[in-house]
């Protein structure tokens, strides 16, 4: 029964390249969440999305984040023209589309590292 | 906006000892949820404990309770007879119940549980 899992864990790339996170939720599940956790912080809210909908983005950056989660696949978070402030642990969590105990379940994040 | 607070960075605790970490959050909502997560060095996140604002009664996990003061907005976590795998991040998080599962975390407390 697999979890949330996620791919690549350890990403390096130089300044200004593109940087791409996946994301494949747990069995059954149609909700995907993206969190980003800076070094000795906790984890910050980034993107909801259902099936080929985004439903709040109010924690993505303007600009250079994108997110989808397309009718077949997995989810992706993409981050265009990757800047040192970018390098983070992200996080990809889901739950299913009826909940009644509000818990998300994680993935083992992908850490981003850049140059 | 909803917040959370943890008071506490760092703690440390001798092993077969009692714990108690420290939440406090802020919302005008009546109805929601509140989590303590456990992060290991692994960075995965896991579910320790969960509490709906609608019970009175504390949740318990095993060595794990909670103690929820709702009036006073606050949720702490007892971690009873420590061991050394308890060592991790603890963090503490909020949910709207009948939204969106969006969580809002605190920034963690590090907890060193010594021989």
């Known amino acids: 029964n697999a979890g949330v899992m996620q791919n690549p864990r350890h990403l390096v790339r130089r300044r200004g390249q593109e940087a791409r996170l996946r994301c494949s939720p747990m069995k059954g599940h149609s909700h995907v969440y993206w969190y980003r956790q800076l070094p000795e912080e906790g984890l910050k809210f980034m993107v909801y999305l259902q099936k080929e909908n985004i439903i709040d983005e109010s924690g993505m950056p303007k600009e250079r984040f994108s997110a989808e989660f397309p009718k077949e696949g997995p989810s992706i978070l993409r981050i265009q023209q990757v800047v040192r402030g970018d390098s983070a642990a992200y996080f990809c969590?889901?739950?299913?589309?009826?909940?009644?105990?509000?818990?998300?379940?994680f993935g083992e994040g992908s850490r981003l590292t850049v140059l | 906006a909803q917040t959370v607070t943890q008071s506490q960075p760092e703690m440390s605790v001798q092993e077969a000892e009692t714990v108690t970490l420290s939440c406090t959050y802020d919302?005008?909502?009546?109805?929601?949820?509140l989590f303590w997560y456990k992060q290991p060095p692994s960075r995965q996140m896991i579910l320790v404990i969960r509490?709906?604002?609608?019970?009175?009664q504390n949740a318990t996990e095993n060595r794990f309770s909670v103690n929820f003061q709702k009036a006073a907005k606050s949720f702490s976590l007892k971690i009873s007879d420590s061991q050394l795998g308890d060592t991790a991040m603890y963090f503490c998080?909020?949910?709207?119940?009948?939204?969106?599962?969006?969580?809002?975390f605190g920034k963690g407390t590090k907890l060193t549980v010594n021989p």
């Open positions: 969590a889901s739950s299913p589309s009826t909940t009644n105990t509000g818990e998300l379940f």
């Open positions: 509490q709906e604002a609608y019970k009175q």
């Open positions: 998080a909020f949910s709207y119940q009948g939204g969106s599962e969006k969580l809002v």
């Open positions: 919302t005008s909502e009546s109805n929601y949820y």
